[in-house]
């Protein structure tokens, strides 16, 4: 017999392996944080024990879902400015609030809220674009998960810098800072091509090759976005970010609604990864990103929420519903998107996107355990013919029951293990009290 630390025993296994698999009656192991197997489960009692051994029944494992876009502090704002065009909710009541609230009290408690909420969602892993995310990279190694944080630059002052040279400065400080960390990962986060001149541009692009960083941006997000650009520089923003050298395998594009075949074509020519963020677009009538058309030019497109103040939630479940169901309808093609492509869109393509799938973003032998259990035993998972289908079609985040980031359990049958729940909800109302009061 061989000691694991963790041994789990579940109906389905969904590895999100490149052969699609569905594994029956299968169990996990999991020794110093990483997959040491997955077996038949009657092959796993007989060759393994383990400390902490749990039966899950009628639930499934899939990897831990990636949100592979958001504003995770911006949780503080949801539900404030609904229901408005998208430069009139930045510009009057957004960007406002930012400029009043936004700072690393404000960033920490957000990004904390978002976590547990994120937690209890099944994600395990998130991308950030914020200011001050040193603030929030010390909530992330408080909780366990992992994240990936894009410093955001931008031409004009910030509640965290002046210039898009300070912008800079101070990111590539936390670079150096969070170099060795196993859970924080730092990236360029210039805002969107409209607010970012030339000039920073350029200077994340060398920066970003000669340190190995990822470059994650707003693009294309809607039509007025693309056509205002095409009037002052003369230029469509995909084609202007290649011709400045940014459009890399390094790159992810965020939202891209707006596009053309050339379009399609620069990003596929050049290797850059799509951030797809659905219920966010729909809400801002930003428009749709074709994804049905991006996939089959071989683009890896993963799966985001956009921030809590425009989706409303950080619901990864529900985001891969819409997604499928969203790509259909554009393509005009019920193939397009398939359940268990969803579900890779949700986590693999995710890791893909950030650089990080070899050691996340799958259920694989020698690969970190960040897993999630799913229970599909009520009425209304019922009858199944195919697990994955529920997940991505019939399943809520209410039915996350346990995650793990590294085999550390962060979510116990639906109780938070690293965070406080009461204390965060608490803290939320008084952020709640505060802005409502504007003071």
């Not at 400029?99 to 408690?109: H, K, N, R």
């Not at 210039?163 to 805002?191: N, Q, R």
């Not at 891209?256 to 050339?262: C, I």
């Amino acid at each position: 017999m061989q000691t694991v630390d963790t041994l789990i025993h579940a109906r389905w296994i969904i590895p999100v392996n490149p052969a699609r698999d569905v594994l029956v009656d299968h169990s996990l192991a999991v020794k110093d944080g990483k997959i040491a197997a997955i077996l038949p489960t009657a092959d796993a009692n007989a060759q393994y024990q383990a400390t902490d051994t749990l039966d899950l029944g009628e639930q499934a494992l899939i990897p831990g879902f990636i949100n592979a876009h958001g504003h995770a502090a911006m949780s503080l704002f949801r539900g404030l400015g609904d229901d408005l065009e998208l430069m009139t909710w930045l510009n009057d009541h957004i960007w406002p609030a930012e400029g009043a609230w936004v700072g690393e009290d404000f960033v920490g408690d957000g990004t904390e809220l978002a976590i547990a909420e994120m937690i209890r969602s099944g994600t395990t892993t998130f991308a950030d674009n914020y200011f001050f995310p040193d603030s929030a990279a010390q909530r992330v190694e408080k909780a366990g998960v992992r994240a990936q944080f894009s410093f955001s630059v931008i031409d004009f002052p910030t509640n965290w810098a002046k210039t898009p040279d300070e912008h800079i400065d101070l990111g590539m400080e936390l670079v150096s800072k969070y170099k060795d960390s196993k859970l924080v990962k730092m990236m360029f986060g210039p805002h969107a091509p409209y607010t970012c001149s030339d000039e920073p541009l350029t200077r994340i692009r060398d920066l970003a090759k000669e340190h190995q960083l990822m470059i994650q941006m707003h693009v294309h997000e809607t039509q007025t976005e693309v056509d205002g650009e095409i009037e002052k520089r003369g230029n469509r923003p995909v084609r202007r970010l290649r011709e400045l050298g940014l459009l890399t395998d390094q790159f992810q594009a965020v939202h891209m609604t707006a596009l053309n075949e050339d379009d399609i074509t620069d990003i596929a020519e050049t290797g850059a990864h799509i951030i797809h963020c659905p219920e966010s677009n729909l809400k801002l009538a930003s428009g749709f990103c074709p994804v049905d058309a991006l996939q089959k030019r071989g683009v890896n497109v993963a799966l985001g929420t956009d921030g809590a103040a425009s989706n409303n939630d950080l619901d990864m479940m529900s985001e891969m519903r819409t997604a499928a169901i969203l790509a259909k309808a554009v393509s005009q093609s019920a193939t397009a998107l398939p359940a268990y492509e969803a579900l890779a869109m949700a986590t693999l393509n995710g890791a893909k996107a950030m650089g990080w799938d070899q050691d996340i973003g799958s259920l694989e032998v020698g690969k970190e355990a960040d897993i999630t259990a799913i229970r599909l035993d009520d009425l209304e998972s019922q009858p199944i013919y195919d697990p994955v289908s529920h997940i991505v079609y019939a399943s809520s985040r209410d039915q996350v029951t346990n995650v793990w980031v590294s085999g550390k359990r962060l979510l116990n049958d639906r109780v938070l293990t690293t965070l406080d729940k009461d204390a965060i909800m608490a803290n939320a109302r008084q952020w709640r009290d505060r802005i409502a009061a504007g003071k």
